[in-house]
């Protein structure tokens, strides 16, 4: 029986199981081929509105949200917290509220705080997605990046749980502040992929196990096995105190070098979500090399968020996308 998205909102990755997963995957390769057509624009979401309701900085997610609503013909509006009444003391509830009386479909929202997507979510009868909430989870990245690793690695004609069954992915870096990492954990491993957390104890808690996952504090550990490498940056803005002696000592010990590199298998693939630290978590030259996916990552978002923009307005999955 094919699977139908039943869902108001996409909050997490956490509580989806593997053949929503796909279904979102399968509904974003039909739209990655509408975007590679003259005209990249479907009239899938004609006559909706689409609220983009960001209280933290974004180029990426923001940017790939509104173009999204715009391929599929929504109406869009995207407001910054700095330019709103956020600043006046208005509650988010009530933002929420006054966007929705609007006749507002969906608002997707990006926030500091930790679940203030589902406390706008169990409020509004429009649909809400998470665009990053506190280190909580960032969906749709994760969602963009399992598709972009399925493009290279998927067994496409395994089990929705299988996809990515033998591959072993290291995700290295700020862990404890991620929610890029969180989200990626639920939805490779729903995939069926090996996840190996790699970063320095103050970043890295040993409480991570209870995910699934293998941590390791040594990144020369797991670079020969590896078949994805995930870096992700330190999120300073989220720590409240130095938790590593130096950035000399991180890069020594875990950012991805040119020495390190040669040790990796010829075939691996780069991942980060952005925006990069280059000569920190990953050298510069690997950054733009020939192993890196980085750039596909944020071409791939587009239709990622595409699929969900059209899979939460009611769109019937990869079969119901049209000329
Ligand atoms: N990956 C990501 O969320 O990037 P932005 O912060 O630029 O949206």
Not at 21 to 35: C, M, N, S, W, Y
Not at 180 to 188: D, E, K, P, Q
Not at 248 to 273: A, N, Q, W
Not at 288 to 295: E, H
Request: proline share 5%.
């Amino acid at each position: 029986m094919s699977t139908v998205w039943k869902h108001k909102d996409l909050l997490a990755i956490r509580p989806l199981d593997p053949a929503e997963i796909g279904l979102i995957h399968d509904t974003a390769r039909a739209f990655k081929e509408v975007l590679s057509r003259s005209i990249k624009k479907v009239p899938s979401l004609r006559g909706k509105t689409v609220i983009n309701l960001f209280v933290e900085p974004s180029t990426r997610t923001r940017t790939s949200f509104e173009l999204a609503a715009k391929r599929l013909s929504a109406d869009v509006v995207s407001i910054a917290s700095e330019s709103s009444s956020f600043k006046k003391g208005e509650t988010l509830k009530d933002t929420g509220l006054n966007l929705q009386a609007m006749n507002s479909d969906i608002i997707i929202l990006r926030h500091p705080a930790a679940g203030a997507p589902q406390f706008l979510a169990e409020r509004l009868h429009a649909g809400v997605i998470n665009a990053g909430d506190g280190a909580h989870e960032h969906p749709t990245q994760a969602l963009l990046d399992t598709f972009t690793i399925l493009e290279k690695f998927g067994k496409h004609d395994a089990p929705a749980d299988q996809k990515l069954a033998g591959l072993k992915i290291a995700i290295v870096g700020d862990i404890q502040f991620s929610r890029v990492a969180r989200s990626n954990i639920w939805a490779m491993g729903k995939l069926g992929a090996e996840v190996t957390l790699v970063g320095p104890t103050t970043l890295l808690p040993q409480e991570f196990r209870r995910l699934g996952v293998k941590i390791s504090h040594r990144i020369d550990d797991v670079l020969a096995e590896a078949n994805v490498i995930m870096l992700l940056r330190i999120q300073h803005e989220r720590q409240k105190q130095q938790l590593f002696p130096s950035l000399g000592e991180y890069i020594s010990l875990f950012g991805l070098t040119h020495e390190r590199f040669k040790r990796c298998r010829p075939d691996v693939m780069i991942m980060h979500p952005g925006p990069i630290n280059r000569g920190v978590e990953i050298a510069s030259e690997l950054a733009d090399g020939l192993n890196s996916v980085i750039l596909q990552q944020v071409t791939n978002g587009l239709a990622i968020r595409m699929a969900v923009l059209y899979l939460l307005t009611g769109g019937s999955g990869p079969q119901g996308v049209k000329a």
